[in-house]
C-alpha cells in the first residue's frame, strides 16, 4: 500500500501513532478501494481536504493508493470503562479500541480523581471520547463496593468502597442531594451523566437490608429530577438497568439512554419474567428515541449453570429482536474491559439476533446514534470527517473482515496501522 506521512506497522500492545496536525492539511485524492454506502459498496476515488471528504480535488492533488481496501466509516464503542485508568493504560486501552477499527468511545462512569490525567493522555490522534465521572446512585449502592474490589488496579492501593464517594460515584439519599451532584459533574468536566437502576421495583424493601449493599441503585422516584438537572447544564442522561422495571422507570423519567439490555444477568431465584421487554416497553424506547446499549458479551462471564446461561441468552435475543422490531435505536456496547466493540459483535452473532449485514449497519451508526449525535460522521460523502477502518474484504456478506482493520485514518490522517498491512 503507497502511503504519504508517517506510518508504522505495528502490534496492539506496541503500536506507534501518527499525530494528527493542528495544521491547516492539503488535498488528497484516495483510491484503490471500494467505499461503504448504505446501499453498498461503491467503486471510484474520493477526495479529502481539510480533514473531511470534498465533492471535488484539485487536478495536481498528490495520490493516496489504499492499496485495494474496503472502507468503512470508524466504529463506535457505546460503552467501555478502560479508558479510565492511568495515562499509560489509558492510552493503551486506546490502541486496543482503534485495533478494532473503533474511533469513539463512550465511558459511562470515570473517576474525577484520573479523568483528566486520561483525556490528555488520549490527545488527538487517538480516540475521540465522552466521560460521565462518577455516577448517581442509592445508599450503599453499585458501583462503590466494585470500587473497592478494584481499588489495587485503580487506585494503586487496597481502599474502602466508601472512599470513593465524589470520585466515582455519587450517593443520593434525597431529592435535596440530585442538584449539586448534578452540578459538581458538571464542573468536574463531565460530558453526561449517568445514573444507576439495580431492580428499582424493590428499591424500599431492599434499602434496609444490608444483603444488597452493593447491589443497590438510587430510587427511580428521582430519576425525573436528575434528567432535568442534567439538562439544565446541557447534559443527557443515560442509565443503568438491569430489570424490565429499571427499564421501564428510566425511559419515563426522560432518560436518553440505556446502558444494559435487561437480562444480561439474573438474580438468584429471578426468572425470565424480570427481565423480559414487553412490545409496550419496546415502543415507548423507539417512539422517546432511546438509545439502548447491547452489552450481551457479560452474560458470558457471569456464573450458573449451563442451562441457565442459555435461558439468559434465548431472554437477550427476545428483547434485541422486539427493541429492533419496533424501531428502537441499538447501539453497539460491550462493557468488556479487555474484548471491546469487537468481542460484543462476535458475541451477537453467536446469538443469531440478527444478520452480519444487519449488525455492520448498527456498529457503523452507533457513534452517531449514541456517541456524538452532532458530528458529521457515519458515511464517507463530502461534508462529513474523513474517519475511516480499512478492510482487507467486504464485510457486508460476513463480518470476519472486521476481526483485523489494515488501518484507522482521523480526520484524513492515518492514526493506526495493522502490522504488515
Not at 506507534?16 to 467503486?43: D, K
Not at 494503586?156 to 466515582?168: I, L, N, P, V
Not at 438497568?241 to 421501564?248: K, L, Y
Not at 414487553?278 to 415502543?283: F, G, L, P, Y
Amino acid at each position: 500500500m503507497r502511503r504519504k506521512g508517517m506510518t508504522a506497522a505495528v502490534g496492539l500492545a506496541t503500536a506507534a501513532l501518527v499525530a494528527v496536525a493542528s495544521q491547516a492539511q492539503a488535498a488528497e485524492r484516495w483510491t484503490n478501494a471500494r467505499w461503504w454506502t448504505p446501499q453498498g459498496f461503491a467503486a471510484g476515488d474520493r477526495c479529502v481536504d481539510q480533514g473531511r471528504f470534498v465533492a471535488r480535488c484539485p487536478k495536481d492533488a498528490p495520490v493516496r493508493d489504499l492499496g485495494v481496501a474496503w472502507a468503512i466509516p470508524a466504529l463506535g464503542e457505546a460503552h467501555n470503562h478502560n479508558l479510565d485508568a492511568p495515562p499509560p493504560e489509558a492510552r493503551k486501552g486506546a490502541l486496543g479500541h482503534l485495533a478494532q477499527g473503533v474511533l469513539y468511545v463512550k465511558n459511562p462512569n470515570s473517576r474525577l480523581e484520573t479523568t483528566a490525567a486520561a483525556r490528555t493522555a488520549l490527545g488527538t490522534d487517538t480516540v475521540d471520547a465522552l466521560f460521565s465521572l462518577g455516577g448517581l446512585t442509592g445508599p450503599k449502592g453499585h458501583p462503590g463496593r466494585l470500587y473497592g474490589f478494584l481499588s489495587r488496579f485503580v487506585a494503586g492501593g487496597q481502599r474502602s468502597g466508601d472512599t470513593f464517594e465524589g470520585d466515582a460515584f455519587y450517593t443520593v439519599r434525597s431529592p435535596a442531594d440530585v442538584a449539586p451532584a448534578v452540578a459538581r459533574l458538571k464542573a468536574g468536566g463531565a460530558d453526561f451523566v449517568k445514573v444507576y437502576l439495580l431492580g428499582s421495583e424493590h428499591h424500599a424493601k431492599r434499602l434496609a437490608d444490608p444483603r444488597h449493599d452493593g447491589t443497590r441503585g438510587v430510587d427511580s422516584a428521582y430519576v425525573p429530577a436528575i434528567v432535568r438537572e442534567a439538562a439544565r447544564r446541557g447534559m443527557k442522561v443515560t442509565a443503568h438497568v438491569e430489570t424490565a422495571a429499571d427499564f421501564r422507570a428510566a425511559i419515563k423519567a426522560g432518560v436518553a439512554e440505556i446502558a444494559h439490555l435487561p437480562g444480561y444477568h439474573w438474580e438468584a431465584g429471578a426468572d425470565a419474567a424480570a427481565y423480559r421487554l414487553t412490545e409496550a416497553d419496546a415502543k415507548l424506547a423507539a417512539r422517546r428515541k432511546v438509545v439502548v446499549v447491547t452489552t450481551t458479551v457479560l452474560s458470558r462471564n457471569f456464573p450458573g449453570t449451563p442451562e441457565r446461561k442459555a435461558a439468559v441468552r434465548a431472554l437477550q435475543v427476545e428483547n434485541l429482536r422486539r427493541l429492533h422490531a419496533a424501531g428502537a435505536t441499538l447501539a453497539i456496547g460491550s462493557d468488556d474491559f479487555s474484548g471491546g466493540a469487537a468481542g460484543e459483535i462476535a458475541n451477537l452473532r453467536e446469538l443469531k439476533a440478527f444478520d452480519d449485514a444487519t449488525l455492520l449497519r448498527l456498529w457503523i451508526d452507533t457513534p452517531k446514534a449514541a456517541i456524538f449525535p452532532h458530528r458529521r460522521i457515519g458515511r464517507l460523502e463530502p461534508g462529513y470527517e474523513a474517519n475511516v477502518a480499512l478492510l482487507a474484504a467486504d464485510p457486508t456478506s460476513s463480518l470476519e473482515p472486521t476481526r483485523a482493520p489494515r488501518a484507522v485514518f482521523k480526520a484524513g490522517r492515518e492514526v493506526w496501522r495493522a502490522p504488515g498491512a
